[in-house]
Structure formats: C-alpha cells, structure tokens
C-alpha cells in the first residue's frame, strides 16, 4: 500500500483535519450503517478538526435535518448529490485514474457507479478545503471519491472502511435469492463487480478496515490482498439493562431491523409463517413485537394478527426491550456484523439466533447467546429461553459482560483515532 505524505496541516486548534465521506447521514441509533458511521465520526472528532461529506447513494435523498448529529460535532458538513445517468459516465472518464480504475473493474457496482471521481471533485469544492491529514472513507463503492486526493502533496493518509465484505454478502443474497425462488443473477453480478473493484482499488489506501474478523479474513484470501484491521461496532454500554419479565408476564420476543432489507424482510417472514405458530401452541400469549424502518406491505398482510405487534422505526429501544423475554434474530444471509445483537446484549435481554444471524461476532453460543442451525433448532432454543428464567439470566449476564468487553463505544472510538492518526 502506498505511503502517506510527510506534511500535515497546521491549524490554530493545534488539531490535524481529517475528511470523513459517508454514504449516509450518521445516526447513534436506527440502521446499522449510520451507527457505525456515528461510531467513527465521533472517534474522530474527539482529536481532529473533522469535516465530513455525505453522498447518499445507500440512504436515498437526505436531509438537512437528518444532518443535525453530525453538524454538532463537525468543522463543516457537506451533502452531495451522487451523480445520476450519464453524469456518472462523465465523472468516472473525465479523471485519468478515474478511466484507468473503471476500465480495469468494469462493470463497476451500482452504487459506486454514482460515486465518481468527479462527484469527488464537486465534494472537494463543497467542503472549502484542499488539503487533510486522513482522508476517511466508508464503503468500497464510495472509493472513487477519493480518488482526487491520491495526487495530492502532501498525500494524506488514506483509509477504507470496508466494514462488510461485500463479495460474501452479494454471494450469500444470490443464495437467499435462490431459496425463495427469485432471480440470483444480479446479486452474482454485484458480487464479481465488488471483488473487481476491490482487487484494484484496496492497493491505493493505506489502512483497510472491516467490522469482523471473519470478514477480513474471506478478503485477504479471496482477494489475495493484505488482511484488513478489524474495527468492530460497537454500542453505548453505560445504560442500566432493561427491566426483566415479571412473573405471569405473556412471553414478549423482540425483532429489530429495517424490514426493507431482505435479509430482514425474508427472515421475519421465516419466523412469523413458520414458527410463530408452533411457538405460540408451547408458549400461550406469546406476542412478538416487530421495531424497524419499512415493511409496509408485510405489516398489511398480518395486520389481523394478534400475536404480532408493529412498531416502525423506534429512534429508541428501550420501550420495546422493556420486559421482553428473549430477541430473535432468525436471519438467513447478511453480512458484517449484527448490531441489533449487540444492543440486546447491552440491555441485558437473551438472544436467540440463526447461524447467519449471528455471524461476524465472535461470541459462544451456549454461554452468550444460543445459536441455532435450522428453523426446529430455532423454536427450540426460543422454547429454552422462554422456560428457564435461569438460563435466560445467565445469558444476559454473559452477554452484557461479552458487549462491555469487546464492544463498548468509547474503547472502539479510541481505536478509530488511534488508527486514523497519520503517525500509526
């Protein structure tokens, strides 16, 4: 990987600048995305002058309100528009290093498509300042953004956060695809243009960062790039747990994720068609309550349901994990790691969960949480949890303990500084 610049900025602040590119607004709660970009905007704005641009190809049309968070702890914030039809054609041929990356990864992702080198240059402008110490990026397909800085002299000190391995979770969503008898031809697609993408671009930056472990390793060999630092998600721990089922309480399983997201959608679906009812003949009263972005349509076909409850987004948690007996995290594919785990572990309540579901994070299944590997599995475990008030103490202890340990926020906003300093 190429070396930083020796230079730095001077600023009367005494503090180095680092630029922050995101793909969508950062957020302390809600999707899982804008909570690590909140982990690592606050890292760094704790010793750096920040400055931060958001081009909102994941999150769709953004707004200035949505932009409050980060304003607060930013020198200056920027939302650009990502560019569109043949804008994007023109901002990836209009840089030489531009056409030499497209041509080599061509078809670039769809989303990284948007994401130009001139794009860049019109962020560059946006933000008022030509010269950093770090250029930050989240997301590989946001790569080309930074393009415009390689040239740079000074060159400043590059990172990528990858946070998903990208090729894994297209493969693992063409599989998903295939199960449910759908089309897999475009996930595989998007999974080659990633690899492509990411064979060539990794390279160019000095730091490559994933959420896991399990993660950096599948890029490093797949790839056959340098294994990437692992940066874990990690959650607020300081909260007292949420208050246990009483005794006679109706058993209360908890789902939390943005029902738009397929892993989500589809992993739900699995849970509701299939086992609630075999867990609502064990368990009388049971009532699982539902918390996310989107669903809209799945919330229409069970609306005469009463074992399920509907919350939408919940900006907080605490009112749904108030009393509930276990979350349930029943998913088939995805990828990174599963923030919505960790925020159950860090208000002490059980989790039950697939395989899938509870990929990227390195915990024991028996002693933190129970893992399940088929849907029988999966009733049974709940069926545990839901028997044995021990038991689900004894989870919720070690899983509380698990999250403080590995995952606490302000031990992994250190490690974001500690990495971005360009002296590392």
């Not at 056959?224 to 005794?247: F, G, I, Q, W």
Request: proline content about 7%; aromatic content about 4%; overall charge negative.
């Amino acid at each position: 990987m190429g070396a930083p610049g020796s230079g730095t900025v001077i600023l009367a602040s005494g503090k180095q600048r680092v630029l922050l590119i995101l793909p969508i607004p950062p957020a302390p709660t809600g999707n899982g995305l804008a909570m690590r970009a909140a982990l690592v905007a606050e890292g760094l704005s704790r010793e750096f002058e920040l400055r931060v641009a958001v081009v909102p190809v994941s999150a769709g049309a953004s707004t200035t309100s949505e932009l409050e968070w980060i304003a607060a702890r930013a020198e200056r914030v920027a939302l650009v528009p990502p560019d569109d039809g043949a804008e994007a054609i023109h901002g990836w041929m209009a840089s030489p290093r531009g056409r030499e990356l497209a041509a080599a990864a061509e078809p670039l992702p769809g989303r990284a498509r948007a994401a130009s080198p001139g794009c860049g240059e019109r962020m560059r402008r946006a933000l008022d300042v030509e010269a950093f110490d770090v250029i930050w990026v989240m997301r590989l397909y946001l790569a080309g953004l930074a393009l415009p800085y390689l040239e740079r002299d000074p060159r400043p000190r590059m990172i990528l956060d990858l946070d998903d391995d990208d090729g894994s979770f297209y493969r693992a969503l063409a599989a998903l695809h295939e199960e449910r008898g759908e089309p897999a031809s475009d996930a595989l697609a998007e999974a080659e243009a990633h690899d492509r993408l990411a064979s060539h671009v990794l390279p160019l930056f000095d730091e490559v960062l994933t959420a896991s472990v399990s993660d950096a390793g599948r890029v490093a060999e797949r790839l056959n790039v340098k294994r990437p630092t692992t940066l874990p998600n990690a959650v607020h721990t300081d909260l007292p747990p949420s208050r246990e089922p009483r005794e006679g309480d109706p058993p209360k399983l908890v789902f939390v994720g943005n029902l738009d997201y397929l892993p989500n959608g589809d992993g739900l679906e699995h849970l509701v068609d299939e086992l609630l009812p075999v867990l609502r003949g064990r368990h009388q009263g049971l009532v699982l309550h539902v918390a996310g972005a989107g669903g809209t349509k799945l919330a229409a076909r069970w609306r005469d349901r009463d074992d399920i409850v509907f919350h939408g987004f919940a900006p907080g948690l605490d009112a749904l994990y108030h009393g509930a007996h276990a979350s349930v995290v029943p998913l088939r594919a995805g990828g990174g790691s599963r923030l919505k785990i960790l925020e159950a572990f860090s208000r002490g309540v059980p989790v039950v969960a697939t395989e899938a579901g509870a990929a990227g994070l390195d915990m024991t299944s028996g002693r933190d949480l129970l893992v399940a590997h088929s849907g029988a599995a999966l009733i049974d475990a709940v069926s545990r949890v839901l028997d044995d008030r021990r038991l689900a103490r004894a989870l919720a202890s070690a899983a509380r303990t698990f999250v403080v340990k590995h995952h606490n926020f302000d031990l992994v906003a250190a490690q974001v500084a500690a990495v971005a300093r360009p002296s590392a």
